[in-house]
C-alpha cells in the first residue's frame, strides 16, 4: 500500500529532525500495527566547521552500518553489527531505543534503562520495526510477534543465492476453525462491503485513523470508488474484510479495528503462487496499546489459509522481519504553488516561487501520436503487452483479462468517482504498442486554513513494445518512457490532480529525474508472508538514490 511522503527538504539535518513518511500496504497507527510509515533518507546542511564535519561523519557512519544491516546492504556479519551496537554512545543508543517505541515500551519508559535492556536483544530483536528515518511513533513492528511468524529472520547470511520458497509447510484441516477470543467488550465482525452503510463504516475509520505523516499535516483518505476497487477485485472474498466492533458502545457498536486482505496472483522469478495481498489494517486511535494489530493480522491470516492460501504479500515504511526490496517514493509537482503552501514541498534554497511554478509547468498539450483512453476493446492487446513487459521484473503480478480489465478500466466516472485512469498508444496498423495508467488517492490536509485536499495521481503498471526489443535497448525505452510519462503528467495536470507520484520500481529510473521528480521522505518495503526469496532491487543505490544502471525487479504496484 501506499506510505505518506512528501518531497524531502534539503536543509533538513537528518541528526537533527527525523524524516517523514508515509504508510504501508498494510497499514495502522497503532504502536502495535502493521503500518506503513516510510523511511527515508535526507541530505544534511553543511556543517560550520571541520571540526564539527568530522564528528558528524563518524556518527554518520555509525548510523550508515546499522542502516546497511538493516537493508542487506551490508558486507558486516550479524556479531559486527551486534558490537557496534554495543559500542555505540549512550545518547545515541537512546536515540535507536526511541525510534522502536515498541522496544521502548516492553523495557520501561525509561529511556536508560530501556537502553541497557536494548543491548541484551538478539539482533533480529533489535531490528524489528525501527524506522530508519526514525518516523516509528506509531509503531507496527511487535518484535515478540513477528519472532512467532514465518518470516525471513534478519541474521540470515544472504551472501550466496538460496532456495526460493515457502518457509512453512501447513494442511487446511490443522488451521482454527474459529477466531481468537478478543479481550471483553469486543467482538469479531465480517465487514459487508456491499452493503452501503458497512461500506460506509470503512470509509470513516479508514479516513479517521489511517495514515498520517508523522508530522499529522497529511492522512489518507480513501474514497468508497477506490475501496472498493482495491478490495473487491476478481476473486475477492467476501470474509476477508475483518472488523472489530466495540460492544461496550451498547447503542451502535461502532467499527474500531479492520484489516482487509484480497487474493492475487503473483511471480517471484520463476515461480507463480497465490497469496493475500494484505491492506488497510486500521486501529481506531483511542484504542493504540490493546495489542489489536497482532490479532489483526493472525485473524485474516487464518481465514486466508481456511482457503488454502499460505502466502502474503504486504508492504510497509517501517523494518520488519525482513523486506525483499526497498523502494523510494519520488514526487513530481503539478501545481507548485499549492504544494509549498501546505508544505509538501519545500522552497530550495536562493529560489523563488515565480521560479519554482516555471520550472515544474508543463505543455497544453500531449505530444504522442495515437494516444487515447483504454477502453474496452483494448484489453486483450494490452492484457498481453503488460504480461510479456512483466516477465522483466523478479517480481510482478500474474494478471487474467478479467484481472487486467478490472485494475485498468474499473471504475469509471467523474472527479472522486474515478479510481484509475489508462491511456494507450495505437499505431497506425491499430497494434497497441504502449500503455501507460495512474489511480487516485487524495490526502486530507489537516488544520489548513484554505486547502482541505491534496489530490494525488500515483503512477500505476505501464509497458512499451520498445522494451521488449532483443536485444534490449535501454537508451530507446529511456527515451519513449520519458515522452510517455511526460504525457501522464500532462494529462494528470488537465485532470486537476496536484502531484504525481511513483516509487523507484519497474524502469522508472529511467525517467524520474528526467521528469522532475524529487526524492521524497518516504521508501516502501516490500515483504513475503511464509516465502523466502532472494533479495529483489529496488531501484535505488546505497545512497538511496536513482539506480539507473541497475534499475529495479519490482514489477509490482502496491496501493
Known amino acids: 500500500m501506499s506510505e505518506e511522503s512528501k518531497e524531502a527538504d534539503p ?8 524524516d517523514k513518511g508515509k504508510q504501508p500496504a498494510v497499514a495502522s497507527d497503532d504502536e502495535d500495527d502493521v503500518e506503513d510509515v516510510a523511511d527515508g533518507d535526507g541530505t544534511t546542511a553543511a556543517d560550520a566547521t571541520a571540526s564539527s564535519a568530522s564528528k558528524k561523519k563518524k556518527k554518520k557512519s555509525k548510523r550508515k552500518k546499522i542502516k546497511d544491516a538493516l537493508t542487506g546492504q551490508s558486507d558486516d556479519p550479524t556479531d559486527k553489527i551486534k558490537a557496534l551496537l554495543d559500542k555505540l554512545p549512550e545518547n545515541e543508543l537512546q536515540e535507536l531505543v526511541k525510534r522502536n517505541p515498541e522496544l521502548l515500551k516492553d523495557h520501561g519508559s ?42 525471513p529472520k534478519f541474521d540470515e547470511a544472504f551472501d550466496k543465492p538460496v532456495e526460493e520458497g515457502p518457509l512453512q509447510v501447513q494442511k487446511v484441516e490443522d488451521v482454527p476453525k474459529e477466531p481468537q477470543k478478543l479481550i471483553d467488550g469486543f467482538e469479531w465482525v465480517t465487514m459487508d462491503l456491499t452493503n452501503d452503510s458497512e461500506m460506509k463504516e470503512v470509509y470513516q475509520l479508514l479516513n479517521g485513523h489511517y495514515v498520517e505523516d508523522d508530522e499529522a499535516m497529511f492522512r489518507f483518505n480513501y474514497g468508497t470508488a477506490i475501496l472498493k476497487w482495491s478490495l473487491m477485485s476478481p476473486g475477492w472474498k467476501a470474509d476477508w474484510h475483518v472488523g472489530i466492533r466495540d460492544c461496550r458502545v451498547k447503542d451502535r457498536k ?31 486511535k483511542k484504542l493504540r496499546g490493546k495489542r489489536l494489530a497482532p490479532i489483526l493480522i493472525k485473524e485474516v491470516t487464518r481465514r486466508s489459509n481456511l482457503h488454502g492460501i499460505w502466502q502474503g504479500v504486504y508492504t510497509g515504511g517501517i523494518v ?49 501520436p495515437g494516444l487515447r483512453e483504454m477502453q474496452k476493446k483494448d484489453v486483450p492487446a494490452v492484457h498481453s503487452l503488460m504480461k510479456r513487459y512483466e516477465a522483466r521484473f523478479d517480481m510482478g503480478p500474474e494478471w487474467d483479462e478479467e484481472e487486467t480489465a478490472h485494475w485498468l478500466l474499473q471504475p469509471r466516472g467523474e472527479g472522486e468517482e474515478q479510481a484509475v485512469w489508462t491511456y494507450v498508444v495505437e499505431d497506425e496498423h491499430k497494434n497497441i504498442t504502449d500503455f501507460f495508467s495512474y489511480y487516485n488517492l487524495e490526502s486530507t490536509i489537516i488544520n489548513h ?56 520500481l519497474m524502469d522508472n529510473t529511467l525517467f524520474l529525474e528526467q521528469q522532475k521528480f524529487g526524492p521524497g521522505d518516504g521508501s516502501l518495503h516490500y515483504y513475503l508472508f511464509n516465502y523466502r526469496a532472494n533479495p529483489i532491487a529496488g531501484g535505488v543505490n546505497r545512497k538511496n538514490a536513482v539506480d539507473e544502471e541497475n534499475l529495479s525487479g519490482v514489477g509490482l504496484v502496491m496501493m
Not at 536543509?11 to 527525523?18: D, I, Q, Y
Not at 511471480?267 to 481506531?284: D, G, M, P, T, Y
Not at 522552497?347 to 511554478?357: D, L, R, T, V, Y
Request: aromatic share 12%; with cysteine.
Open 449 to 504: 486554513p484554505k486547502h482541505k485536499v491534496l489530490k494525488v495521481a500515483y503512477l500505476f503498471y505501464y509497458a512499451s513494445e520498445t522494451g521488449l526489443s532483443k536485444p534490449f535497448d535501454k537508451p530507446a525505452l529511456k527515451e519513449r518512457l520519458n515522452k510517455l510519462v511526460s504525457d501522464a503528467l500532462i494529462l494528470a495536470k488537465q485532470n486537476k490532480f496536484d502531484v504525481f507520484n511513483a516509487l523507484s
Open 320 to 368: 520488519l522481519p525482513k523486506p525483499v526490496s526497498t523502494c523510494r517514493y519520488y514526487h513530481r509537482s503539478l501545481d507548485w504553488k499549492k504544494l509549498y503552501d501546505i508544505g509538501f514541498s519545500p522552497m530550495p534554497p536562493g529560489s523563488k516561487p515565480e521560479w519554482q511554478i516555471r520550472k515544474y509547468a508543463l505543455p497544453d498539450k500531449t505530444s504522442t
Open 110 to 151: 525509561d529511556p536508560v534503562k530501556a537502553a541497557e535492556a536494548f543491548k541484551s536483544l538478539s539482533l533480529n530483536d533489535v531490528l524489528t520495526g525501527l524506522a530508519l528515518g526514525g518516523k516509528n511513533a506509531k509503531d507496527m513492528g511487535n518484535y515478540k510477534f513477528w519472532k512467532t511468524q514465518p518470516v
Open 11 to 18: 536543509l533538513k539535518a537528518v541528526e537533527s529532525k527525523p
Open 254 to 284: 461502532p467499527l474500531v479495528a479492520f484489516i482487509s486482505a484480497v487474493p492475487m496472483t503473483i511471480r517471484v522469478r520463476n515461480k507463480n503462487f497465490v497469496a493475500s495481498e494484505v491492506n488497510f489494517l486500521c486501529v481506531h
